[in-house]
């Protein structure tokens, strides 16, 4: 039996991972800015403790981490799920829609895991699974700042693999691609109110396709949830878990034409070395 604790618990991959855990038997802590919303989507269970959390309050999140571990003795897998997007071009952004972006995805996601990695360490043991995105791997025009964050989070999770790791703590950044959840309704997609027509062609065609893609995407949100869930007992768990068919395309595609890049651009790259010394006295 492990504990989880869920960021974003109330809807979308959170409460639909938060009821597989349930259901096997696992203990829960599922969090959302109102507790009851939890309750409402996941019933009332012995093994369930509903929690508020704004991951942007990081004394909030110590008093929910401590409460867990109150409750179950220990976190055994921490899964940061907590987030949402905004569409729009860079430029068309305001400061304050960035930095409510930021508080959220990174700044929140950073705040849980100090909160509970205290517990985890002295456990000696733990699983974080932060939820990224198939754009936390390749940017794209309209979500920009949106992949910016998860860029982040990439950067993170990659060093906290290598820093717990050592202590029997292995981190996970999941990358799905587009599933059909409601990621690309309004309860979880911010779109920028300002439109400048420049970008109409870019950034704005990415507003129509989101639109046309929304509730018609290839992702089976109970697959990646079951997945997620055996995933927390896999051995030797990789730093990067990308889900979906279009991530696994937008991999490969950024890894051909970065190598092309490489190879066109290999002289260039190599000549901003410092000599070798036997090329200096030769």
């Known amino acids: 039996m492990k504990t989880w604790f869920i960021t974003g618990a109330s809807r979308g991959f959170g ?9 096997q038997g696992d203990n829960v802590v599922a969090t959302a800015r109102n507790a009851a ?14 929690l508020p959390l704004d991951v942007t309050d990081e004394e909030q999140a110590r008093a929910a981490a401590a409460r867990a571990v109150e409750r179950f003795g220990r976190i055994d897998v921490l899964l940061n799920n907590a987030g949402f997007g905004l569409l729009g071009a860079v430029e068309e952004a305001t400061a304050e829609e960035v ?4 508080r959220t995805n990174v700044f929140g996601l950073l705040g849980v895991t100090r909160a509970v990695l205290p517990y985890m360490r002295a456990q000696r043991s733990g ?9 936390g791997y390749r940017s794209a025009a309209g979500f920009g700042v949106y992949c910016s964050t998860k860029f982040a989070v990439e950067g993170l999770s990659e060093a906290l693999n290598q820093e717990l790791t050592p202590l029997g703590i292995h ?11 409601d990621f690309l309704d309004s309860s979880s997609l911010s779109v920028s109110p300002t439109r400048i027509e420049d970008y109409n062609s870019t950034a704005g065609a990415t507003r129509s396709r989101a639109t046309d893609l929304n509730h018609s995407q290839p992702g089976d949100p109970a697959k990646l949830a079951s997945v997620l869930v055996a995933f ?11 889900l979906g068919s279009d991530t696994v395309a937008a991999i490969e595609a950024k890894h051909a034409a970065d190598t092309a890049i490489v190879a066109e651009w290999r002289q260039v790259s190599l000549s901003t ?6 090329a200096a006295n030769a």
């Open 273 to 278: 070395d410092f000599a070798p010394p036997e």
């Open 127 to 135: 699983r974080i699974l932060n939820i990224s995105s198939i754009g």
């Open 232 to 242: 927390a007992d896999a051995v030797n768990p990789p730093v990067r878990l990308p």
């Open 15 to 23: 409460a639909r991972l938060a009821h597989l855990a349930l259901q």
């Open 99 to 102: 930095e409510r972006l930021y």
């Open 37 to 50: 919303s939890v309750t409402d989507r996941l019933g009332q269970h012995s093994n369930l403790l509903a």
């Open 171 to 181: 981190v996970t950044v999941v990358e799905p691609g587009y599933f059909r959840t």
